[in-house]
Antibody, heavy 118, light 111 residues
Framework: DVQLVQSGAEVKKPGESLKISCKGS????????IGWVRQVPGKGLEWVAM????????RYSPSFQGHVTISADKSITTAYLQWSSLMASDTAMYYC???????????WGQGTQVTVSS | ETVMTQSPLSLLVTPGEPASISCRSS???????????VDWYLQKPGQSPQLLMY???IRASGVPARFTGSGSGTDFTLKISRVEADDVGIYYC????????FGQGTRLEIK
């Protein structure tokens, strides 16, 4: 079965760095893109970025470009989303999702809660 | 950036009755390959979103036949022929070309 297992909840202070992970299994990791989607508590879904683990093709939402970095290590079938300097407004649930080139037909992980508070 | 606009934003439905959600895209999501890149997702309470429909009208694996997706270009619809208690949650459309963009969500509740 296809699985996307995300790393656990994080509590950080403003200005700290963070890297969360998403491990894929049950499928050929390099055959699909992995994307990240943000959901602020009680709000809707915002697409953040996506990466092709096979060739490292990456795409970012203009709203998040420059603030987050997406990466992947195909040797361990894991994708990452990282911040070098967190802000309180980064507090949200972050979902990874396996999808096609246009982020269509996404299969989602269980989510990682990120809380940024002083 | 494409804006996806859903209506209504909430639905209160009696079990066994139909329901319909509209999604309008500010730009065409029709690819040159003939596919309209619109997905529908359901986020049940406390869960991750789950795929219902992709390419506007193709049901994802395991999705009951009472869910139907239609539309092309800029106007899309998700219909549930007979609502069940398990259908409760927030329904999102997503335009999947260029920068993927989600609609605001439609909350479905049972009467």
């Amino acid at each position: 079965d296809v699985q996307l297992v995300q790393s656990g909840a994080e509590v950080k202070k403003p200005g700290e760095s963070l890297k969360i992970s998403c491990k894929g299994s049950g499928y050929i990791f390099t055959n699909y893109y992995i994307g990240w989607v943000r959901q602020v508590p009680g709000k809707g879904l915002e697409w953040v970025a996506m990466i092709n683990p096979g060739d490292s093709d990456t795409r970012y939402s203009p709203s998040f470009q420059g603030h987050v970095t997406i990466s992947a290590d195909k040797s361990i079938t894991t994708a990452y989303l990282q911040w070098s300097s967190l802000m309180a407004s980064d507090t949200a649930m972050y979902y990874c999702a396996r999808a096609t080139i246009w982020f269509s037909g996404a299969f989602w992980g269980q989510g990682t809660q990120v809380t940024v508070s002083s | 950036e494409t804006v996806m606009t859903q209506s209504p934003l909430s639905l209160l439905v009696t079990p066994g009755e139909p329901a319909s959600i509209s999604c309008r895209s500010s730009q065409s999501v029709l690819h040159s390959n003939g596919n309209s890149y619109v997905d529908w997702y359901l986020q049940k309470p406390g869960q991750s979103p789950q795929l219902l429909m992709y390419l506007a009208s193709i049901r994802a694996s395991g999705v009951p036949a009472r869910f139907t997706g239609s539309g092309s270009g800029t106007d899309f619809t998700l219909k549930i022929s007979r609502v069940e208690a398990d259908d409760v949650g927030i329904y999102y459309c997503m335009g999947a070309l260029q920068t993927p963009t989600f609609g605001q969500g439609t909350r479905l509740e049972i009467k």
